[in-house]
């Protein structure tokens, strides 16, 4: 069975000490979150300070990007490398914000999924349709060819490491979260994705959060889906006490699974 992840994307939110307050209100609910794998993203400036206050911990922490070079004259960029230095274990890649804002594509997320393996990071790969898209009938396409493109070169082994997250971007940060079933059939189309790509097995190992405009008042039925493995939480993760309560909610709805 699957393990849902659930995880906090703070994007540019949260300076060190903000950071360090909010992990530390989330170090109870880690205690008592026996079946659900918890995640937070802090921005880069907070990942050192965030993996302190959390060591010992069960929580991970991610990065919120990074570079696929393992060194050189990037200016502004880090390193899968530099990241696990930090303390992180996971790195989201290829979030919608970066494809809209910083021109990132499947290809370039390609390259830093290859690199985060190879630098001893698991990706969190994000694919998601727009309002265009979705309306115009083409989600399957675009959201396959993500997920295909994104994947490729990858063996079995870390494919089944990979965490995907879809996160349709109409419900990104606008409170219109795709109902239980628009999300269900994108996971399981996404399913079939990976089972063509790598197999049935290796398809039935990954997990597949949801992300957008999810909240502790939509997680549980978001989550009663068979192919919602957890979430990537945006504004709702940006408070312990929200993020903490959706943790006990997806725990409870394994725990009944
Ligand atoms: P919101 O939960 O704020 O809609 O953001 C979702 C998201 O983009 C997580 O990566």
Same mark, same amino acid.
């Given at each position: ?7 906090g994307?703070?994007k ?5 000490g #903000?950071?360090?307050?909010l ?8 205690k ?7 995640v ?11 993996a ?7 929580i ?9 070079e ?5 200016t ?6 530099m990241?696990?230095?930090?303390g /992180?274990k996971?790195?989201i890649?290829?979030h ?15 390259k830093?999924?290859h ?9 969190i790969y /994000?694919?998601g349709e727009?309002?265009d #898209?979705?309306e ?13 493109d994104?994947?490729?070169g990858?063996t079995?082994?870390?494919?089944a ?17 795709a109902?239980?079933d628009q999300?269900?059939d994108?996971?399981a189309?996404i399913r079939?994705v990976?089972?063509?790509l /790598? ?17 502790p008042?939509?997680?549980? #039925? ?17 408070k312990?006490?929200?993020f903490?309560e ?10 009944a699974?």
């Amino acid at each position: 069975m699957r393990t849902p992840i659930l995880a906090g994307n703070w994007k540019m939110n949260r300076t060190v000490g #903000e950071a360090t307050e909010l992990v530390t209100g989330l170090l109870d609910v880690s205690k008592r979150a026996s079946g659900v794998e918890l995640v937070v993203g802090p921005p880069s400036t907070a990942l050192s300070a965030v993996a302190d206050a959390l060591r010992g911990s069960s929580i991970g922490v991610a990065a919120q990007n990074m570079h696929w070079e393992a060194s050189g004259a990037f200016t502004g960029e880090v390193s899968a490398e530099m990241l696990v230095d930090v303390g /992180c274990k996971y790195v989201i890649i290829a979030h919608s914000e970066r494809r809209q804002y910083f021109g990132e594509t499947n290809e370039t997320a390609n390259k830093k999924l290859h690199a985060a393996f190879g630098g001893g990071l698991l990706p969190i790969y /994000c694919v998601g349709e727009t309002l265009d #898209e979705r309306e115009g009938d083409v989600m399957e396409d675009v959201v396959g060819t993500q997920v295909r493109d994104g994947l490729a070169g990858l063996t079995a082994e870390q494919a089944a490491q990979t965490v995907v997250a879809y996160e349709p971007v109409w419900a990104i940060g606008t409170g219109r979260t795709a109902s239980r079933d628009q999300a269900q059939d994108a996971h399981a189309f996404i399913r079939g994705v990976l089972a063509d790509l /790598c197999g049935e097995g290796v398809a039935a190992s990954v997990r597949i959060q949801y992300g957008g405009s999810a909240n502790p008042g939509n997680i549980a #039925e978001l989550m009663s889906a068979p192919d919602i493995d957890g979430g990537l939480i945006g504004g709702a993760s940006l408070k312990a006490e929200s993020f903490a309560e959706m943790a006990d909610i997806v725990q409870g709805v394994s725990a009944a699974a």
